[in-house]
């Protein structure tokens, strides 16, 4: 997650993403980091009838200071399922990994590469895993392990030789088909997506974290307040009432 300080873009100007595919798979770390920020943009590609399926690398059991772990697992698995819906999102798959102490390495690029053999997206969303956030905010250790494991995956995904024990024990089969990694939240977006009509979706989306937002104990929080605060300022970069900025990794040489 990230904390209601400036997360938008600070770009001057911005490129429109190329909508030119059917599915995508968003990979990130806990329940609510797609919300802070990205559902929107989520609820434009799923209303024009494409096929979007999300993946939780943790359930976000160590996010609510108040609930036991268990509990908490069980609360956040409920909000993120009925937040994706809300978006249109009807995919939800949570890996298991423990939340707050996830670890680059192996089992999550093993982890993730299964779920993109599964999916057989065209293109993968995933959070920023760079050192900061726009506006200089620190990162967090999940958000950076699990986008580098992501990076690592989409070219794992499609080496039959690596992780060939998933086309075996799983009957998977290799999937080298995701032309563009698109890191939401990024310092380095340079690419934009008009969600202006579908803003109000995103916010509904975010509110759906209910259970979480009220353990975060940030007075006076207003989901629609904070995306709007970041939206706007993309789309005054990007000529629109609301945007929502990506940076975009071509895993291709002609993408």
């Known amino acids: 997650m990230t904390t209601p300080e400036d997360a938008g873009s600070g770009s001057a100007a911005l490129t429109p993403l190329d909508e030119d595919w059917s599915t995508a798979l968003a990979v990130v770390a806990h329940p609510d980091d797609m919300e802070f920020g990205a559902a929107a ?3 434009r590609w799923t209303g024009q009838g494409k096929r979007v399926a999300y993946v939780m690398v943790t359930s976000g059991e160590a996010g609510i ?13 409920a909000e993120q399922i009925a937040s994706a819906r809300a978006v249109g999102v009807t995919e939800v798959e949570f ?24 999916h057989r997206p065209e293109v993968v969303v995933t959070g920023n895993y760079r050192e900061s956030f ?3 905010m620190l990162n967090q ?18 080496n039959r030789w690596v992780f060939a024990d998933q086309l075996e024990a799983d009957g ?14 990024s310092p380095d977006a340079a690419h934009a997506v008009d969600v202006t009509a579908t803003f109000d979706a ?9 259970a979480y ?43």
């Open 41 to 43: 943009a989520v609820a």
């Open 202 to 210: 995103g916010v509904a989306s975010l509110r759906a974290h209910a």
């Open 213 to 255: 937002l009220d353990g975060l104990g940030w007075d006076g929080f207003d989901p629609a307040e904070f995306l709007g605060g970041m939206t706007t300022k993309t789309g005054a970069a990007f000529g629109t009432r609301h945007a929502t900025a990506f940076e975009v990794l071509r895993m291709g040489w002609e993408d």
């Open 95 to 118: 890996l298991g990994f423990p939340d707050g102490v996830i670890e680059y390495g192996l089992p999550l690029r093993r982890a993730i590469a299964g779920a993109i053999r599964r």
């Open 134 to 136: 726009p506006g200089g």
């Open 141 to 158: 250790a999940d958000h950076v392990a699990t986008g580098r494991a992501v990076v690592d995956a989409v070219r794992d995904a499609g």
């Open 172 to 185: 998977l089969e290799p999937w080298g088909g995701v032309r563009q990694v698109w890191v939401a939240g």
């Open 65 to 77: 200071d108040g609930l036991h772990p268990d509990e908490s697992r069980r609360v956040r698995e």
